[in-house]
């Protein structure tokens, strides 16, 4: 009889507290998390209006949460200067965009318009949903990044 409440126990637990983390957008359980940006060489890392900046290749771009100090994913820019970072939520991941940053370490090498120390860093922005084989992919965008020194 112990055994059967420990289960019981168990169980309810585990259906009550998995819905709690689960990431949902509009009622739809969110099963991965894909952030796309790009780092220019430019002051601030972001775009300038009506002037075309080149991307910064090489740069390790990683995405932290709830004011930790370890990514909790990471990617390359490519030669363009582009990343895309993914997240597979289904492995018990806690992921709420609204507490997570894309995290770029200074110094870069490659463009010396950047600030020497601190960091870079963007809120990531809900694009949209989309459905895949693996479930819901929620689509992020890096937000404009800000010099955090």
Known sequence: MAYQSMLLLA????TTTSLAHCYIINGTTI?????????FCTVSGNPLPGVSSPGI???NVGV??????TDIAQALTNSAGFFSVALNLLDGLLFDPSHCVV????????CALLPPTGSLQAVPVLIGVVQSVVGAVANLACGLLVHVV
């Open 31 to 39: 099963a991965a998390v894909q952030i796309t940006g790009t780092v």
């Open 103 to 110: 995290y770029i370490k200074l110094p870069v090498a490659g």
């Open 57 to 59: 290749a090489g740069i």
């Open 11 to 14: 169980l309810l637990f585990l």
């Open 64 to 69: 932290r949460c709830n004011g930790g100090t």
